[in-house]
């Protein structure tokens, strides 16, 4: 029985969001987020059910200040929701790279620290800030038990001829370049609530959890462990994303940067922030906008939605080639919770494979809230899960407590 109340963190470079889960209902008691740290002027929205949000542009000069915002707010008479820092049992972070060390959510000490410090090489944008954001919270909330939960660590148990890549093998063994995965934590929440709505044990279940947002991963869990997945040494592989191109022919990198006559530093931004649905459609890295230009007939729109659309479907018949079959197809995040046509795309001519939705369900199915689309008949129960990726990590941190 829960009667716990966990703090949920995840910092980026110039932000830290937060969420307060009371665990005995589940509830959020409040979230925010602390934006522009490190600016002259930072910025804090601070909201709790059934209130007005709370904003702010406070000097926000590093993680500590913020992080001070934040309790003080917590624990204010006006904007807070509890008496004081201590009624926080522990504080859950969410981390993108465990490495190849962390297999599974872990308590934070120094030893934790120091080897994710030592794996910033292989995850430069993410890793910096988890850490300041873990030592913020050891630094102003030193008696709190503080727990890394790690986007890697669902797959831990993937199979090395799944992770190393086909190159010379001293580059993994020497430089841990391999296929780590990401978005580890919302595919184990969608999987999991998928066994809980088809009323089986995960462990008799082969899923595909397709997580589309502004960063898209597609995952294969077979029988509640994740097999294989499509991001891999890094969030850049895998299908077209906002703005990242996903996966392509290595050779176009070199070659690339050899015609336009481009540094590695202005490649990596090309491949990161530059590719994908913007670089495709030139309009918009939001699939909303795309898909307003698809439907005004907008010939490179059209092209990146079906781009999308077709990469996706070969993730799912692959992985269903890899587990030899499919009960539960899922789709969650930003694109996948919302975005009916592109599901009716992915969808479309998988009848040979089990897959067929009810088109009126996909279309009129609410926004925000689970449903099951699955045409009459089909032997896979396609599935619409909304991700909840910091209720996962507030789970985990409770079991620490
Ligand atoms: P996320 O990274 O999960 O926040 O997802 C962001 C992506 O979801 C963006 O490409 C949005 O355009 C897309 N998205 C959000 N809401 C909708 C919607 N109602 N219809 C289509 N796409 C949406």
């Known amino acids: 029985m829960f009667f716990l109340k966990i703090l949920v963190i995840n910092a980026g470079s110039s932000s830290l969001k937060y969420q307060l889960f009371d665990m005995d209902t589940g509830a959020v008691l409040a979230k925010g987020n602390c934006e522009r740290i490190g600016d002259t002027t930072g910025v804090i929205t601070h909201k709790r059910p059934d209130a007005e949000p709370y904003t702010a542009t406070p000097a926000l000069p590093t993680h500590d200040e913020a992080l001070a915002l934040v309790l003080d707010l917590l624990v204010s008479p006006e904007y807070g929701v509890i008496g004081s820092i201590e009624e926080i049992d522990a504080v859950g972070h969410r981390v993108a790279h465990g490495g190849e060390k962390y297999k599974q959510s872990t308590p934070i000490d120094d030893e934790v620290i120091a080897y994710l410090e030592s794996i910033v090489p292989i995850n430069p944008l993410h890793g910096p800030p988890a850490i300041l954001g873990m030592k913020a919270c050891r630094r102003l909330m030193s008696d709190t038990p503080q727990v890394g939960v790690f986007d890697t660590s669902f797959y831990a148990n993937m199979e ?30 969608v999987s999991a609530k998928a066994a809980e709505m088809l009323g089986k044990p995960i462990e008799e279940l082969k899923i595909v959890t397709c997580h589309l947002g502004n960063g898209s991963s597609i995952t294969a869990v077979d029988k509640g462990i994740a097999i294989d997945t499509s991001m891999g040494f890094t969030p850049q592989e895998g299908v077209p994303m906002g703005t990242r191109s996903g996966t392509i022919d290595p050779t176009v990198i070199p070659y690339i940067m050899k015609v336009k006559n481009l540094t590695v530093d202005e490649v990596e931004n090309l491949l990161n922030r530059q590719s994908g649905l913007l670089g495709v459609s030139g309009l918009s890295n939001d699939a909303r906008n795309i898909s307003e230009a698809a439907e005004a007939g907008n010939p490179r729109a059209i092209l990146a939605i079906r781009m999308l659309a077709n990469s996706i479907k070969k993730y799912i018949g692959s992985y269903i080639a890899e587990m030899n079959g499919i009960d539960a197809l899922v789709f969650t995040a930003g694109i996948g919770e919302n975005d009916r046509n592109m599901r009716q795309m992915v969808c479309a001519d998988m009848d040979y494979l089990g897959i067929a939705i009810d088109e009126e369900v996909n279309l009129t199915c609410p926004r925000g809230s689970a449903a099951n689309l699955s045409a009459a008949g089909a032997s896979v129960q396609t599935l619409v899960i909304p991700t909840d990726e910091e209720y996962m990590i507030a789970l985990d941190t409770a079991k620490f407590c």
């Open 160 to 189: 090395d001829f799944r992770t190393i890549y086909p190159l010379p093998y001293e580059l993994y063994t020497e430089n841990k370049i391999r296929r780590y995965g990401f978005h580890g934590t919302s595919h184990r929440y």
